[in-house]
């Protein structure tokens, strides 16, 4: 077999074979296929597409290139979630903790962030002492007796992704939809769950702009997880503005232990709830989706998922008293107010302007040596909809430096102020099974 035929084969529209399509996943991951053929071959599939089947076949060659986590020692249907990413995205410390406490086990493999705000890992540990890597058996331990766990993914999960994503990131082949959808789920599927819950985001501060774009997307994935033997289901939700009102690290912790505490953050609230529940039913642990959702919400009202988020933070070495005692989690030293230049409604905020404006106050990294600063962060004190008067404070920033122009000019930026009351944006635009 020759790597020429394969790229020429893929360049005339037909449909490579399962022999044909690890021949290129294992060749290139052990360096046998130089980068020029593997960028031919990624330029041909970005034009041409590639079938359902070849899709799901690639992905499983990429799960197959490296380690997959054997999860059979944890006890029960475990479920994993996904988001395609956002701005003050921290539905991971809501639903996970809302998931376990109806005895559904959450084994969470997670990354740390490049980009507007630190990821999941870097998160948590805005909580002092909270510790992420461990053992895998320490790992599988936790998840049995408490029912969830969250730790550092292992650096050899589909290796073939990691080799071949920094390949089409310098080659013009990133926005191909079977080239996206096998980089997420591959790395998805060889982390061992049992079934999968995607959120995918939409609008400005999300990777998919359009409606279009994002359910592509998203069925693109529900057709590989399913094809590969695992039950996947989608929820397409907004990103248009950022999801609740905080954007940083231990701010963004803050928020998600007020929502377990039952502060009603209506859109946060609402999309944590919706994910949890469809991973409540995929788990069979209820028959449909309102008797799930119920039953969460009651758990919210009684206590139990806020129980859960300790025990988390315990389980791993972390101070629970910073989640007891949420003023003790890391502040900056300067409240920072940017305000409004005149009245109106907001009509509009770039979600991705606002992520930026957070990564200047070193909230995120621009380069993955970047430190994070975990007290640092923005407030919103406006969404779409609102009603602001010239002078109010649009967002505070929080911030160890006394100026933040450059943040201060992002956030100026990213909010419109119209005239006109417009109404408040969709939440969940689509559900794809």
């Known amino acids: 077999m020759r790597m020429y035929d394969i790229i020429v084969k893929k360049r005339d529209g037909g449909e490579l074979t399962k022999e044909e399509i690890y021949f290129f996943i294992e060749g290139y991951t052990k360096g046998d296929i130089p980068d020029y053929q593997a960028s031919a071959l990624t330029m041909a599939i970005y034009f041409q597409g590639m079938t359902q089947e070849e899709t799901a076949t690639l992905t499983q060659a990429m799960v197959d290139s490296g380690e997959t986590i054997d999860l059979s020692a944890i006890k029960g249907h475990k479920v994993d979630k996904h988001s395609t990413g956002g701005v003050g995205d921290k539905v991971t410390f809501i639903v996970g903790p809302l998931v376990a406490s109806v005895g559904i086990p959450v084994a969470k493999m997670s990354g740390r962030g490049l980009g507007h705000t630190g990821g999941t890992l870097d998160k948590l540990e805005s909580i002092e002492g909270l510790q992420i890597e461990m053992t895998k058996e320490k790992f599988i331990e936790n998840v049995n007796k408490h029912k969830l766990a969250v730790a550092g993914q292992t650096g050899n999960l589909a290796p073939a992704d990691k080799k071949l994503y920094a390949l089409r990131d310098v080659t013009g082949t990133v926005d191909s939809l079977p080239l996206i959808a096998g980089s997420i789920m591959s790395k998805k599927l060889a982390s061992g769950a049992d079934s999968i819950v995607l959120d995918v985001k939409t609008g400005s501060g999300a990777f998919m702009k359009t409606l279009d774009d994002s359910e592509n997307l998203a069925r693109e994935m529900v057709n590989i997880g399913n094809n590969l033997g695992r039950n996947t289901v989608a929820v397409i939700s907004d990103m248009n503005q950022p999801l609740g009102f905080e954007v940083g690290n231990a701010n963004e912790i803050r928020e998600a232990a007020e929502i377990l505490q039952g502060k009603n953050v209506e859109d946060l609230r609402k999309l944590s709830l919706e994910i949890a529940s469809h991973m409540a039913v995929l788990a069979e642990v209820f028959s449909t989706y309102e008797e799930a959702y119920q039953a969460l919400e009651a758990n919210i009202e009684n206590g139990k998922a806020f129980q ?57 990294r621009a380069t993955k040596d970047d430190v994070i600063n975990h007290g640092v962060g923005i407030t919103l004190n406006k969404k779409i909809g609102d009603r602001v008067e010239e002078g109010e404070a649009l967002v505070i920033l929080h911030s160890d430096e006394e100026s933040a122009s450059d943040s201060i000019g992002k956030v100026q930026e990213a909010y419109a102020i119209t005239e006109e009351k417009v109404e408040k944006p969709t939440l969940i635009h689509n559900i794809i099974k």
């Open 308 to 364: 859960s988020l300790r025990t988390l933070i315990e389980s791993q070495g972390g101070n629970v008293n910073m989640i007891d005692d949420l003023d003790k989690l890391p502040k900056a030293k300067y409240d920072i107010e940017v305000k409004a230049n005149k009245s109106g409604y907001v009509s509009a905020i770039d979600a991705e302007s606002i992520g930026i404006a957070a990564m200047y106050l070193g909230a995120g």
